[in-house]
């Protein structure tokens, strides 16, 4: 190679450069820490979890937060396993959720032409997470009422299954949208609210992962990895950090 500077670079830079990476590596390497413990979260500058230290509802009137736990009770109810849906904050995260841009569909394409989506497109509609709830919540009172003339809170058990069986299925007009639609949403924002992280609203003292046995949002393994086939009993960890869940205020 010619030390020509007018050709690029030399021989001479580049083994300057190279030796000057390694050393830089090496000291690197040397510096390292290792962390230790539970590292501290700090809010996300654009799109951090809202916050649950105020007491009150963000999206939910106090009449529906009433059904909303009804509903949310008999998709998850208390059992042996665990407590009930709302027992675990499902109804807090659904609150939260709607209240925020996910409500909204604000950073979702939101533009006709509005057609039925195969299976692999998922849903289509019009409708945001709001609507599907609010009008859903709407359709259903106005179901309930016309059937037993009392609220979906108020039914049996046995009724309150056999109708949701019903808006599983679809068919149902619920003020102008399909009761499946209505369904899907609740039984989706449900199970998010069950099994993520206790930041958002949900999964109080971390109840769902300890029944499943997830360790939660560790962020080193490495003391784990030769340990083959051995129950480790690991406490679940929040994003937010350890038994920090149990000092917020929570709905």
């Known amino acids: ?23 830089a590596g090496a000291a690197a390497t040397a510096k390292a820490t290792t962390l230790t413990g539970i590292p ?26 009433r059904e909303v736990t009804a509903l949310v009770d008999r998709l ?8 009930s849906g709302s027992e675990a904050g499902c ?3 659904m609150d939260r959720q709607l209240a925020s841009n996910y409500g909204d569909a604000s950073r979702l394409y939101m533009q006709g032409p509005f057609r039925e989506g195969t299976p692999e497109q998922g849903d289509q509609s019009r409708f945001t997470p ?14 309930c009422q016309s ?14 299954d056999a109708l949701l069986a019903e808006l599983e299925k679809g068919g149902i007009e619920l ?33 769902s992962w300890k029944m499943i046995g997830f360790p939660g949002a560790r962020y080193d393994y490495r003391r784990y990895i030769a340990l083959h086939n051995q129950k480790l009993d690991l406490i679940p960890l929040s994003i937010i950090g350890g038994d920090s869940w149990n000092a917020r205020a929570s709905k």
Do not use: C
């Open 76 to 83: 998850i109810p208390a059992d042996d396993l665990s407590v």
């Open 175 to 207: 003020d102008g949208m399909d009761s499946k639609l209505f369904f899907e949403q609740l039984l989706g924002n449900t199970m998010e609210g069950f099994f993520g992280d206790p930041i958002y609203g949900g999964n109080r003292d971390m109840v």
């Open 91 to 93: 109804v807090v995260f």
């Open 40 to 65: 501290p979260w700090q809010p996300f500058d654009h799109n951090g979890p809202m916050h649950y230290d105020s007491p009150g509802w963000r999206f939910f009137s106090e009449e529906e937060a």
């Open 130 to 143: 709001r609507e599907r709830v609010r009008l859903g919540l709407v359709g259903l009172e106005q179901l």
């Open 147 to 160: 059937r037993y003339q009392q609220s979906f809170s108020a039914l049996t058990p046995e009724q309150q």
């Open 1 to 23: 190679m010619n030390d020509d500077p007018r050709r690029g670079l030399t021989r001479r830079q580049v083994l300057l450069s190279s030796m000057t990476g390694l050393a």
